[in-house]
């Protein structure tokens, strides 16, 4: 299995104090044993809670976060995943972000228990299954195809790793947050790392382009180490979700969602993308 590959907004320019923080784990060739990890060493309580970064009490008040039609609540994990939405629309990011682990947990029970032979064909110990709960394993599986019969679990799994994204770039952007301009970097990291997991394993799911061109253009915006080039790569991913004919999402980048309100009065390759007259 090939490790996944460290982001980078704005082309070449590597966001150095992200990759320092995000702990992205891999297989190794033989299967059912944890690989090798990405960036620094993770510890035993963050393998407890992989990805899942905690914040104060409430979230800004978020002017647009529907991105996504209600999807229907078809099991336990949906259930979960649309309850943390409704959460994360109303503000509160943190309760969002319980409602997603709880998600990954049930979703993670429902693959075992409906493809555990398969994955077992495959080289995946169950007992190592039941007790991983690194995001970025679970997503490089659906990735290579071992949730293709079960495409539910694989729809699922790039809701939860979107989804959690979200919740957390709102925690980035959170004023009322007492952190650094690293630390508010890493966490659009971590935001940025779910929604990449999310289109890679579908490299046409709109949603995951459209948060990921926010995450660069408000880490870009806010002076962020790592992001002094990103307006570009905020353009190329809101490019590639306008190409997902599933949502407007021109009409929400340029009527809607105030994450691009500068850009609509500065940017002519922005206006010309969502069709707004020129400047």
Not at 132 to 161: C, Q, T
Not at 202 to 215: F, Q, R, S, T, V
Not at 219 to 230: I, T
Request: net charge positive; proline share 4%.
């Amino acid at each position: 299995m090939k490790p996944l590959a460290p982001r980078t907004v704005g082309g070449q320019t590597n966001i150095a104090p992200i990759n320092a923080q995000v702990n992205v784990a891999v297989l190794e060739e033989k299967k059912g044993t944890p690989g090798a990890l990405v960036g620094r060493d993770i510890t035993a309580d963050e393998k407890k809670s992989t990805g899942q970064v905690l914040s104060r009490e409430t979230a800004p008040k978020i002017t647009q976060v529907g991105v996504y039609h209600k999807d229907k609540a078809t099991s336990p994990a949906m259930q979960l995943l649309n309850k943390g939405f409704e959460a994360d629309k109303a503000g509160n990011y943190k309760s969002a972000q319980k409602s997603y682990t709880a998600a990954f947990g049930a979703l993670r029970e429902q693959a075992i228990k409906q493809l555990g032979p398969q994955l077992e064909k495959a080289g995946f110990d169950q007992a190592w299954l039941q007790s991983n709960d690194n995001a970025a394993v679970w997503s490089s599986m659906a990735r290579e195809g071992h949730f293709d019969a079960a495409p539910d679990i694989k729809n699922a799994m790039k809701m939860y790793l979107n989804r959690n994204g979200l919740a957390i770039k709102h925690e980035a952007g959170d004023a009322k947050t007492e952190k650094s301009p690293d630390q508010r970097a890493m966490t659009y990291g971590d935001a940025m790392m779910f929604c990449t997991m999310a289109t890679q394993i579908d490299p046409n799911y709109g949603p995951a382009h459209y948060n990921l061109a926010c995450i660069a253009l408000k880490g870009s915006e806010a002076g962020l180490r790592g992001f002094e080039n990103a307006k570009g790569e905020a353009l190329k991913e809101l490019g590639e979700a306008i190409k997902d004919k599933g949502f407007d999402f021109k009409k929400l980048a340029r009527e809607q969602d105030t994450d691009w309100n500068a850009m609509r009065m500065t940017s002519p390759q922005f206006r010309e993308m969502v069709g707004l007259s020129a400047l």
